[in-house]
């Protein structure tokens, strides 16, 4: 099972607050956790991805499911309010119960460093370029496990937009410097023009294309693109137009 590492440093590592506040998700491939953790996570995958359109953001189910159980305290029993508490009449009673609930909550999925993790979607494109440049020097399979490269393709298809393309960040229009960028990546990451969930690889396609084609991409991404040709050509047009062969 994935486990989020909080404050851990290593061997090529230093800090001035002895990592406070890093967080990093390693693959435990000794540790499975039992049926009923495995099937929550499961759960909450599809119901991302399902939602995925609509609610664009994970809401760090996955970390907080961790985090909860790492402080003794189960969310699926977090009380609920009562009906008396929701009918409109505020009282003192019905906010201090709330207010216990929600300090509760938070004490629950804080870290043992003080600090509370969340995810950072960030922007869309910086995690091709990574794939790129370990692609390009030869060391993706080394850098990168299976698992890791699952995760990947797994967040890059959650990101993609209804019409295919990617934006420049979670809840951005589609651009072609992600879209392009993203197919890019992953096609290196090995996923076929035809894979990926509800026809993902060939959506991204058909929006790449109907949108003028790689070579519309921005200087930014023509760089990138460019670097993944190992041989140099004169003409930009001449090598970016290999660049789609070589991934179509």
């Known amino acids: 099972m994935w486990k989020l590492k909080i404050a851990e440093g290593g061997p090529w590592l230093t800090s001035g607050n002895n990592h406070v506040g890093r967080e990093t998700w390693e693959f435990d491939q000794n540790d499975t956790g039992s049926s009923e953790e495995r099937d929550a996570v499961d759960a909450s995958r599809a119901e991302f991805q399902k939602n995925r359109f609509r609610t664009r953001h994970s809401s760090d189910v996955l970390a907080r499911m961790q ?81 890791h490269r699952k995760e990947i393709c797994r967040y890059l298809y959650n990101r993609q937009n209804m019409d295919g393309g990617w934006g420049l960040h979670a809840e951005g229009e589609s651009s072609m410097l992600s879209s392009a960028l993203n197919y ?19 959506k991204a396609r058909k929006w790449i294309h109907d949108h003028g084609g790689a070579t519309m991409i921005p200087i930014l991404g023509k760089v990138w693109l460019s670097v993944t040709i190992i041989v140099l050509v004169p003409a930009p047009s001449f090598y970016f137009q290999q660049v789609i062969h070589k991934l179509a």
Not at 86 to 112: C, K, M, P, W
Not at 116 to 138: C, K, Q, R, S
Not at 184 to 194: F, I, N, P, S
């Open 67 to 147: 985090l909860a159980k790492g402080n003794k305290f189960s969310l699926d029993q977090q009380q609920k309010p009562k009906d008396d508490e929701t009918s409109g009449d505020i009282n003192i009673a019905t906010v201090s119960e709330t207010l216990r609930r929600a300090l509760r909550y938070f004490s629950a999925v804080q870290a043992h460093d003080g600090h509370w993790p969340g995810d950072f979607p960030g922007p869309l494109f910086t995690t091709a370029t990574m794939i790129i440049v370990l692609y390009v020097t030869e060391s993706l399979g080394t850098t990168l496990s299976s698992e």
């Open 184 to 202: 890019t990546a992953l096609r290196l990451l090995g996923e076929g023009a035809d894979d990926g969930p509800d026809m993902s690889m060939p």
